[in-house]
């Protein structure tokens, strides 16, 4: 007479090791996409901080032409990047772009045009400009 016999625990073993497996999968899963959407939140707000900044920059610039029309561009230096302004004025006409270039990598680049109207600067056009890098 052969003897056979029961083992309900591998059974049990394999369940376990079954969900495990799946959570693991899950928990890796979710982890990653966490990291990826804190690395998006960071890239916004870096991206928004440069372009702020940029911003200021520009109008930084205008105030030194409303205050001396022969101003020609410059530096300024914020706390977490360095902005340079160019301005190109044609008997007046002022066009100014400035490019901001941040920590990590972050820049933004602007570009208006303004002229003196009735002894008031007056901008005609703002734009955020596509950075060419050589």
Known sequence: MAHKKNKPG????TIVLVLLVVTLSITATLSFLSTGAVRTAEA?????AA????DACMEEGLLR???DPLYAGGEVTFPN??????VDNQNGSYTVQVYFS???KYWRS????AAFVNGILTVTNWKE?????N
């Open 65 to 67: 032409i409303k205050k």
């Open 10 to 13: 591998y059974i049990t073993i």
């Open 110 to 113: 602007l570009e208006a045009d």
């Open 51 to 54: 372009f702020f900044n940029a």
């Open 129 to 133: 400009q596509p950075l060419v890098v």
């Open 81 to 86: 990047g360095t902005c340079h302004i160019g």
């Open 102 to 104: 941040g920590a990590d």
């Open 44 to 48: 916004r707000q870096f991206g928004e």
